[in-house]
């Protein structure tokens, strides 16, 4: 079964600028999930799909990232313009999504995208 | 908002010998699920153990146990015979209950870095 596909691995920017990344979930995963993780701590969730429709969004910074999830599959999160702070790790996260809440559920992260804004 | 207070930020341990990494939180739901998760060096994060907060029996997977104290909202993480694949930063993550604007967010720790000495 395939994982969590993420691109690009890398990304070099300088402030001001705008960058986009690209997530594929595993197949059949109705839950999609983005979080940021600054070196050092632990992921926070930028944003939450369910389906195509967003269910937490509420630490999303919304004046300069977006995210969506078109036809329900994979998905793609846009920063514009890019801060210095931006500068983390963007994991994408996916689940099966059945359940009520996506209670118990395992969630299954991708590689990765390092962001390193200059 | 969850709290979530993993207190050892590094920790070590010869093969073979067991460890323990401690975990807090902080939550107001009497039904919960809560996840260890590990990440190592390759940075892709994966599921190591899960416990159901209604189910009074540690959860246990090979070598990975738990000691789940609900009373005092405490989530340890015991790695028997250790291994040098088990390097790795270690996050404890509780999950809210589904309802309301919920759906099931993770909210994750500052992470334990556990190294595995030979």
């Known amino acids: 079964e395939a994982g969590v596909a993420q691109s690009p691995r890398y990304k070099i920017i300088e402030k001001r600028q705008s960058v986009a990344f690209w997530c594929n979930p595993i197949?059949?995963?109705?839950?999609l999930y983005w979080y940021q993780q600054i070196l050092g701590q632990g992921p926070k969730l930028l944003i939450q799909f369910q389906n195509n429709g967003v269910v937490d969004d509420s630490q999303l910074p919304k004046d300069r990232f977006s995210a969506e999830r078109l036809k329900g599959v994979d998905s793609t999160l846009k920063i514009q313009p890019a801060k210095l702070e931006d500068s983390a790790v963007y994991l994408c996260?996916?689940?099966?999504?059945?359940?009520?809440?996506?209670?118990?559920?395992?969630?299954?992260f991708g590689p990765g995208t390092r962001l390193l804004v200059l | 908002a969850q709290t979530v207070t993993q207190s050892q930020p590094e920790m070590s341990v010869q093969e073979a010998e067991t460890v323990t990494l401690s975990c807090t939180y902080d939550t107001s739901e009497n039904n919960y699920y809560l996840f260890w998760y590990k990440q190592p060096p390759s940075r892709q994060m994966i599921l190591v153990i899960r416990?159901?907060?209604?189910?009074?029996q540690n959860a246990t997977e090979n070598r990975f146990s738990v000691n789940f104290q609900k009373a005092a909202k405490s989530f340890s993480l015991k790695i028997s015979d250790s291994q040098l694949g088990d390097t790795a930063m270690y996050f404890c993550?509780?999950?809210?209950?589904?309802?309301?604007?919920?759906?099931?967010?993770?909210?994750f720790g500052q992470g334990t870095i556990l190294t595995v000495h030979p």
């Open positions: 993550a509780p999950q809210q209950n589904a309802g309301g604007t919920s759906y099931g967010k993770l909210t």
């Open positions: 416990q159901e907060a209604y189910k009074q």
């Open positions: 996260a996916s689940s099966l999504g059945e359940g009520l809440g996506n209670q118990g559920e395992t969630q299954y």
């Open positions: 197949s059949g995963h109705a839950t």
